[in-house]
């Protein structure tokens, strides 16, 4: 009767005497331990399906159970390991009961293979390690809640950075680090997210155990079972102090930049990469009339500069201030600008690329000041400057009449009277000169080229060459003073005198260790025979001497028969009036 019942069962069963030998086994035992039923009765169990290593355990425990009634895995479910005839072991569950067969102790056994159990739960301890391994040395604060928002797993990482160990923030333990007074709104919007099973997304302050405020972003999103049921959130929390300070910094500093831009006196416009304006000071709000919410994302061309005084279209590729971008080159100059109700003011900018790290240009920059007043002073001080012009001009005119009424009578003094208008007509050339360019600097050659006017007579017998330099006023007045001397010295005496004598005037710059200096040479030839003079007269003495001491070099004149040399070696200042 025990037979059909040993064969019916679904797992390996074993029948044992009481001294440990196999009294049967069904067919599921056979399979499972590779030995036949005929090889197996008779022999200890022990022997057949028991590691070595565990065969003694084995006998103590059958010899406990005989002696006192009581064993180690009697009316238990316990794992042990087994063998295979074949030398492989493998987990089997096993249950032992002891049973009465007629009047004899007997024990029966139920083995179930449990291999594939064995290696599932395996895989998940080392799926948990490997995932425990990953979550503990992440950066990242990782932290898992069940449906009710109870926080079942924090990653150790957590208390590294908060000081408090892990299980201590199990449960509603997250309360430790939340700062006090964000608490409660942080856990109602936690649990609101709970219910809506949604993506749950936030920014808080958090206090470690020392005392020290962080600021976490928080992420969590639903994590759901394989029947669809909501199981609760996955999520992870990042340290972001340093972003926060950043930002709070970035904030202050516009703040600041702000307070500079729009007390600022100078208007002020930044265009981006499209040349669209992306920022406008309050200052250039009030120079153009129009709101920075009118202009942003348009062409400032566009808004304010898109016309000309004349009335014409003015293309945006013609635009000075736009080409500061594409030439990537700082451009300055004056315009003239739209305003917002139609009338046109001038203005001075200045326009800038911006540049990335990379050095790419990514915007412009412009600075515009409204000049109208300053057009207005300008306009004025001409006029005025015009008039005082005038008025000298007239002033030499009436010195000229006196001279001419002094000089009357004898032949000396007609010549006397025609050298001193001659001074009179170089020194109002260089004035009429200095003046046209504001008695700032003035070219060196049109102070030579307007001084020997006068004495030209349509030949080709002048030479003058030389670089095209700015001299100051005082070096330009005394130049043409000295060359007046000189020519006339020529038109009475030497080669001006005659049709074939030639006039050759060159100068250059040298440098030297004490700054730029002025080598200017004056060559007659051609002309009459030359012949030192036996006395200097007015001309030689002013050229020689006043000339060198005015321009404070040195001034030398050679009477050479073939023409006179005079040279000139002085300091050249090139600014300042």
């Not at 390996?12 to 086994?25: I, Q, Y």
């Not at 990379?358 to 006029?383: F, P, S």
């Not at 001009?393 to 001419?404: D, E, M, P, V, W």
């Not at 006179?564 to 600014?575: F, G, I, K, N, S």
Request: charged share 25%.
């Amino acid at each position: 009767m025990l037979r059909p019942m040993l064969e019916a069962a679904l797992d390996a069963v074993v029948v044992m005497r009481a001294d440990g030998t196999v009294a049967d086994w069904n067919g599921v035992a056979e399979a499972t331990f590779g030995w036949h039923r005929d090889e197996a009765i008779g022999r200890l169990m022990a022997d057949l399906i028991v590691p070595p290593q565990h065969r003694s355990a084995h006998a103590e425990g059958l010899r406990r159970f005989t002696a006192t009634g009581r064993g180690p895995v009697i009316g238990r479910r316990i794992e042990i390991s087994a063998l295979h005839k074949n030398g492989r072991e493998f987990p089997v569950e096993l249950s032992i009961s002891p049973i009465m067969i007629g009047e004899a102790q007997h024990f029966i056994g139920f083995l179930r293979d449990i291999s594939e159990r064995a290696q599932s739960d395996q895989r998940l301890r080392d799926s948990e390690a490997q995932f425990r391994t990953m979550a503990d040395n992440s950066p990242g604060l990782i932290w898992m809640a069940d449906a009710g928002g109870a926080i079942v797993f924090v990653n150790q990482r957590y208390e590294e950075v908060f000081g408090y160990p892990v299980a201590d923030l199990h449960g509603t333990g997250w309360r430790r680090i939340i700062h006090p007074d964000d608490v409660d709104a942080f856990h109602q919007t936690f649990l609101r997210t709970v219910t809506e099973q949604a993506r749950f997304r936030t920014e808080m302050r958090t206090v470690t155990r020392s005392g020290e405020v962080l600021w976490l972003q928080c992420d969590g999103r639903p994590r759901f079972e394989e029947d669809g049921s909501f199981a609760g959130y996955v999520g992870v929390n990042i340290d972001i102090t340093d972003t926060k300070q950043a930002q709070d910094s970035l904030r202050v500093t516009q703040r600041r930049l702000d307070a500079v831009l729009n007390n600022a006196s100078v208007s002020i416009f930044l265009m981006d990469d499209k040349q669209q304006c992306i920022y406008m000071n309050r200052a250039a709000e009030q120079l153009t009339g129009f709101r920075f919410e009118e202009t942003r994302g348009r062409p400032l061309h566009d808004v304010i500069h898109h016309t000309r005084p004349d009335g014409s279209h003015f293309p945006l590729h013609e635009c000075a201030i736009d080409r500061a971008f594409p030439e990537k080159n700082n451009t300055r100059g004056e315009e003239v600008f739209v305003h917002r109700d139609g009338h046109f003011y001038p203005v001075a900018f200045t326009a800038s690329p911006v540049c990335d790290e990379d050095a790419n240009t990514v915007g412009t920059i412009i600075e515009v000041q409204d000049i109208t007043e300053r057009r207005r002073a300008e306009n004025h001080q001409r006029l005025l400057i015009d008039e005082l012009n005038h008025r000298v001009k007239n002033t030499l005119s009436i010195i000229q009449g006196i001279a001419r009424q002094s000089f009357k009578g004898a032949a000396a003094w007609h010549e006397a009277r025609e050298a001193f208008e001659g001074r009179l007509a170089a020194l109002a050339a260089t004035y009429n000169l200095l003046t046209d360019q504001h008695w700032d600097t003035v070219s060196i050659s049109a102070v030579i080229e307007d001084t020997l006017r006068p004495f030209r007579d349509g030949t080709q017998r002048f030479t003058i060459e030389g670089p095209d330099l700015q001299i100051v006023p005082k070096t330009a007045v005394t130049l043409a003073l000295g060359l007046n001397e000189l020519a006339t010295n020529a038109a009475k005496y030497g080669a001006l005198k005659t049709d074939e004598g030639q006039l050759e005037v060159v100068w250059r710059t040298v440098a030297t260790d004490e700054g730029e200096r002025l080598r200017l040479m004056w060559r007659e030839s051609g002309g009459p025979h030359v012949e030192q003079p036996s006395r200097q007269g007015f001309g030689t003495r002013m050229v020689e001497r006043a000339l060198a001491i005015e321009l404070g070099g040195q001034v030398r004149i050679d009477f050479r028969p073939e023409g006179v040399v005079c040279t000139v070696d002085a300091p050249l200042p090139r600014t300042g009036a």
